[in-house]
Structure formats: structure tokens, C-alpha cells
């Protein structure tokens, strides 16, 4: 990861203003658990660029595993709307409102993980651990749905 960090550092020497390369420092520094750190960078990253979700995805779940639920929301939120058809941005951001105490909320996006792929089984966990009940989906359930059937689940 330090070596990630001297890459980043090197790129931003190229190209200062790069949203991409600040974001790409900012995980690197999260891997080497200088959190606080990328925190900063990654504030810095989403600043230049607020509407790449990835880096508000990267954000979010940085603060999110540096306990501060509430505080990763917002970027967890915006992730969602910029890659609403992303599973990990989904289930990250179905995490984070657990963790704030917003069950109903959490279990929507869990679904919406579920629906669009889960990220390793996760979100299925996640919802089978808050005994959320399994339905089928048809392929009349609107858009960004998967058009097979598929399972989903609806708490």
C-alpha cells in the first residue's frame, strides 16, 4: 500500500488537480490504516468531484468502518444515486443505516444489492440475519429490476 501512496503522490505531482488520483491515494492510506489521513484526502477527492460516486462510495464506507454510521450517509446516499445499479454501493450504504438504527431503511437497500447481483452474498446475509421474508420478483417491477425472475426480499 505505500507503494499505492508513492503512485498516487506521484501522479498528483503530474496532474495536481486529479480527483482520480486523490481517490486512489485515499484508499491507500486507508490500507495502511492511516484513516484519519484518507478521511482528508478523500474529503479533498469528493470536493473536486462530486459526482463520481465511486469516491463517495470510498468515503462512506471509510467512515462507516471508522465508526461514524451517521456521518457516512450522506456519502453512502449520493453513491447510490450516481450507481443506483451497483450492489457493493447498495449493500454499503444498507450497512451504514443498520448501523444508524434505520432498520426499514437498511432493508430496502439490502434488497436493492440483492437485486442487482449482492456483492458476495452479503446483502442476502444481512437480510437474513434481520429475518427479513424472501418473495419473488417478476419482471413487471419497473426499471433498473432484474428482467429474469429472480430472488429478492421484502421485510
Known amino acids: 500500500a505505500s507503494v499505492a501512496v508513492e503512485a498516487s503522490e506521484k501522479a498528483l505531482g503530474i496532474t495536481p488537480n486529479s480527483a482520480n488520483a486523490l481517490h486512489q491515494k485515499g484508499r491507500a492510506l486507508a490500507g495502511l490504516n492511516r484513516g484519519a489521513e484518507a478521511v482528508e484526502v478523500l474529503t479533498t477527492a469528493r470536493e473536486m468531484a462530486p459526482e463520481n460516486g465511486y469516491i463517495a462510495n470510498t468515503l462512506g464506507w471509510l467512515m462507516l468502518t471508522r465508526g461514524d454510521a451517521t456521518g457516512a450517509v450522506p456519502h453512502l446516499e449520493a453513491a447510490r444515486d450516481q450507481l443506483p445499479d451497483v450492489a457493493y454501493v447498495r449493500n454499503n450504504l444498507?450497512?451504514?443505516?443498520?448501523?444508524?438504527?434505520?432498520?426499514?431503511?437498511?432493508?430496502?437497500?439490502?434488497?436493492?444489492?440483492?437485486?442487482?447481483?449482492?456483492?458476495?452474498?452479503?446483502?442476502?446475509?444481512?437480510?437474513?440475519?434481520?429475518?427479513?421474508?424472501?418473495?419473488?420478483?417478476?419482471?413487471?417491477?419497473?426499471?433498473?429490476?432484474?428482467?429474469?425472475?429472480?430472488?429478492?426480499?421484502?421485510?
Open 94 to 155: 444498507g450497512v451504514a443505516y443498520e448501523r444508524a438504527g434505520r432498520i426499514d431503511d437498511a432493508v430496502t437497500e439490502y434488497r436493492a444489492a440483492v437485486a442487482a447481483g449482492d456483492s458476495g452474498g452479503k446483502a442476502l446475509k444481512s437480510l437474513e440475519r434481520l429475518h427479513a421474508e424472501p418473495v419473488e420478483v417478476g419482471e413487471d417491477q419497473g426499471p433498473g429490476q432484474p428482467e429474469e425472475k429472480s430472488r429478492s426480499w421484502q421485510g
